[in-house]
């Protein structure tokens, strides 16, 4: 089949309105006007009807009147001539009055003159008072009239009573006119009064579109944001505000790392490159040199290794994505206890007292607990005492302590602060192997639990460092 290449047309596209505030004003504007569409036919209609029913009543009752008035008493149609005497009392109020003689021909015409038909003419010649002929939307001129004829009896004539009707009809044409321009005014200025209230409720996430706009465009984080009111909006600028906070400290952590990182491997890798190029004089060494220069890089490439695990576990426990679940840190101390038996060769030993259960990550409460275990055997390598591991809790609900104790050379008083800063390393040992990166990881750990890192010295010598969870 033959493709065809015709153009086809473009896909017809709904506007779109870009800005809150106008869809808000223009929303409201809507909501206004239909219901002011509403209200205006319903409280027209019910108005009209009840003027046209009122103007029917009075019309009725006036022809109701006047035939009561005729059966009662003898009447002519002098009595209803508009020279008598008296005939304001006569002739019914809000009418126009025609009188008929005896054959049906007008004798006192009304202005404007009402039509007769024969029927009137039959009326006039009737013998019984009182009776009635009506006719309905009779033209007259430009107007419209309701005419009844009542006959006087005993072939005297009638009188035609007419009511206008076109006058009522242009009064509520009016009426709708008017109607039709406050409804246009109300939506006018609910539209107006909409484009204020979503200017006054909007500017807000107007600034905060900017900053986020503006935190897009520059990547800096640290863009003003406000934070005003106690609303949804007010919470959301508070919330915007601490992502920023945490993105940015998050951002200064990670480049803190790097340059730390950068720092501390600057070291190996020099010492490994200038081993290395001792290597291509390697047989120029004597024996001894030999097995102290392939010592040493062996020694520098496991300190290399373990510091390259220590950078991706600490980077691996900032973005820890392990679900909180509930754990019992006593087993969590006695499998890293057996773990680091099996790695260490030390005697290591757990003591557990009160409720040890909380909220908490498995992996990452793990690792902490090697990390201190592991630290303690560093500091005391040839130590004949066991290495203690010590859970307790709670001491407020929900919280566990933790602590491992060891009989090494302690911690400084000037160095209890600073242990668990990333690689810092106290100036005494900062002969023995190590990244300086295991203690901060313990901290990582604690924080991410609610909880904090601890050290001191303990009395006897040793140190006892921990950390606790929950709180």
């Known amino acids: 089949m033959a493709q065809d290449d015709r153009p086809r047309p473009a896909s017809v596209r709904r506007p779109r309105l870009t800005s809150l505030r106008a869809t808000f004003a223009v929303s409201f504007a809507t909501l206004t006007a239909v219901v002011a569409v509403l209200v205006g036919v319903v409280s027209y209609s019910a108005a009209a009807r009840l003027v046209r029913v009122d103007q029917e009543t009075v019309f009725d009752q006036i022809v109701q009147d006047l035939r009561d008035e005729v059966r009662q008493q003898r009447m002519t149609p002098a009595d209803f001539s508009s020279s008598a005497p008296g005939h304001d009392i006569v002739r019914p109020a809000r009418t126009d009055v025609q009188v008929l003689g005896a054959d049906g021909a007008v004798s006192d015409a009304s202005r404007p003159r009402l039509p007769v038909t024969g029927a009137d003419r039959a009326t006039a010649g009737a013998s019984t008072a009182g009776r009635m002929v009506q006719h309905e939307d009779i033209e007259v001129g430009d107007d419209v009239y ?56 909007t500017w807000r996430l107007v600034a905060l579109t900017s900053a986020a706009e503006d935190v897009a465009r520059t990547r800096r984080l640290g863009i003003q944001v ?16 601490r ?70 576990d600490l980077a691996a426990g900032q973005l820890d994505t392990e679900p909180p679940q509930r754990v019992d840190v006593a087993e969590i101390a006695h ?54 591991v010590v859970v307790a809790g709670p001491a407020r609900p929900g919280t566990v302590r933790v602590e491992v104790l060891d009989r090494g050379p302690g911690i400084a008083d000037d160095d209890l602060t600073r242990v668990f800063d990333r690689f810092y390393r106290a100036p005494a040992a900062r002969s023995r192997p190590g990244s300086g990166l295991g203690l901060s990881i313990v901290r990582e750990v604690a924080l991410a639990h609610g909880g904090a890192p601890f050290a001191y010295r303990r009395e006897g010598g040793g140190a006892g460092i921990g950390f606790t969870v929950g709180g």
């Open 243 to 312: 992502m920023l906070g945490r993105l940015a400290q998050s951002e200064e952590d990670q480049r803190r790392l790097v340059q730390d990182a950068g720092h501390e491997l600057r070291t190996p890798l020099t010492s490994l490159r200038t081993n290395i190029s001792l290597l291509r004089r390697i047989d120029e060494l004597p024996p001894a040199a030999r097995e102290e220069l392939v010592a040493d890089l062996g020694q520098e490439a496991r300190e290399l290794t373990d510091l390259v695990n220590e950078l991706v």
């Open 146 to 201: 309701r005419i009844a004829t009542v006959a006087l009896g005993g072939g005297r004539g009638a009188v035609q009573v007419a009511q206008e009707f076109s006058d009522t009809e242009d009064l509520l044409r009016a009426l709708q006119r008017q109607s039709l321009i406050l409804m246009a005014v109300v939506v006018a200025a609910a539209g107006l009064f909409g484009w204020w209230l979503a200017r006054r409720i």
């Open 226 to 241: 406000p934070v005003n009111g106690l609303d949804e909006v007010g919470r959301l600028g508070r919330a915007f505000d």
């Open 335 to 388: 499998d890293a206890a057996a773990l680091a038996r099996r790695r260490l060769g030390r005697e290591i030993t757990v003591r557990s007292c009160g409720d040890t259960r909380t909220e908490g990550r498995p992996a990452m409460l793990t690792r902490a607990l090697s990390n201190l275990v592991e630290n303690a055997a560093k500091f005391d390598p040839d130590g004949v005492a066991p290495i203690e």
